[in-house]
């Protein structure tokens, strides 16, 4: 019989889904296609682009919060969340940063611009590369949990940079929604966008919550693995 | 005479080579942009389920170590627990 825990979490799996189907059919029937300066029916990229951007600053933010209180309090808890925020990071990341170019062939003839948000954004997404390698290769002991921790907190210290730099530096990147930007002019935009946020925060929970669980099962593998060493069930 | 690639299934004719190019206004589309949507969405649900099939398999191989783990050390005193 499955636990409470596990039945929460196939209980929101099964409403992710249904919110994702949703939405793509939203998205490909109702939602109108935008002018062509915005890349016609390219432009349907955003309502996923956008809100896999929102969870990457999400994720980053639980890695920033979890990797802080790590380097205050240690415990493998803080530790898996901060770890499994970094990986999330990390996918969200790659899924903005694919789907970008893809639309930016469209709207502005090249798959990539050296332009302030794309650059800012590639290197937020470098960083959490690399807490993610640094967990995966150089070890689980304590120095390299505080190393990767430190590298969560300074990750996040970039994300506001990436969502002011239109603001500040210019560049070719839209900004549509926000300050300075002319807003969704129709309402159906606005309803696929607004679910996009919707289902990319419970795929983010999820993903979280999935990787969370697997970061602590491995920690306790490595308890397991020192115990029986030290019993001597396990050789060295 | 002029060889076009219709006519012999390769350009092979070098006077039949571009020598100019020359604006043109209203031109056919050079980018498909359902092509782009479409492959947005493919990159983009291979990428996540990549990870979710990754994080499958990782979790059973993990469980199945921790159950040998814990048989292993029965017999031998409390069994570890993660640092709460």
């Known amino acids: 019989m499955k636990s409470q825990t596990d039945q929460l979490f196939y209980g929101l799996l099964a409403v992710t889904a249904a919110v994702f189907t949703y939405l793509i059919s939203y998205v490909f029937l109702v939602a109108p296609i935008a002018q062509l300066q915005a890349g016609g029916l390219a432009q349907k990229i955003f309502y996923f682009h956008v809100p896999a951007a929102y969870a990457m600053y999400l994720c980053g933010t639980v890695c920033c919060v979890s990797s802080a209180l790590y380097l205050a309090n240690p415990t493998d808890t803080r530790d898996a969340i901060a770890r499994s925020a970094a990986e999330c990071a990390v996918v969200f990341g790659f899924m903005m940063l694919c789907s970008g170019p893809l639309w930016a062939k469209k709207a502005w003839g090249v798959y990539w611009t050296w332009d302030p948000r794309l650059t800012t954004t590639l290197l937020s997404v470098l960083v959490y590369v690399s807490v993610v390698v640094l967990r995966a290769f150089a070890g689980n002991g304590e120095a390299e949990r505080k190393f990767a921790s430190a590298l969560g907190v300074l990750g996040t210290v970039n994300l506001p940079i990436i969502h002011y730099s239109v603001l500040k530096w210019g560049g070719n990147h839209p900004t549509v929604i926000g300050k300075g930007g002319g807003g969704l002019k129709s309402p159906a935009m606005t309803h696929a966008l607004l679910m996009g946020f919707v289902a990319m925060t419970l795929l983010a929970t999820i993903l979280l919550w999935a990787r969370a669980r697997l970061a602590l099962s491995v920690s306790r593998v490595a308890r397991l693995e020192e115990q029986a060493i030290a019993t001597g069930q396990l050789d060295y | ?84």
């Open chain 2, 1 to 84: 005479m002029t060889q076009t690639p219709s006519d012999s299934g390769t350009l092979t004719d070098p006077s039949a080579r571009s020598t100019e190019f020359v604006p043109v206004t209203g031109g056919g589309e050079t980018t498909s942009a359902a092509a782009l949507l479409i492959t947005a969405y493919v990159v983009m649900w291979a990428l996540l389920l990549g990870f979710v099939l990754m994080s499958w398999r990782r979790q059973g191989r993990v469980e199945t170590r921790i159950s040998e783990l814990e048989k292993a050390l029965s017999t031998s005193g409390p069994q570890g627990k993660a640092r709460d």
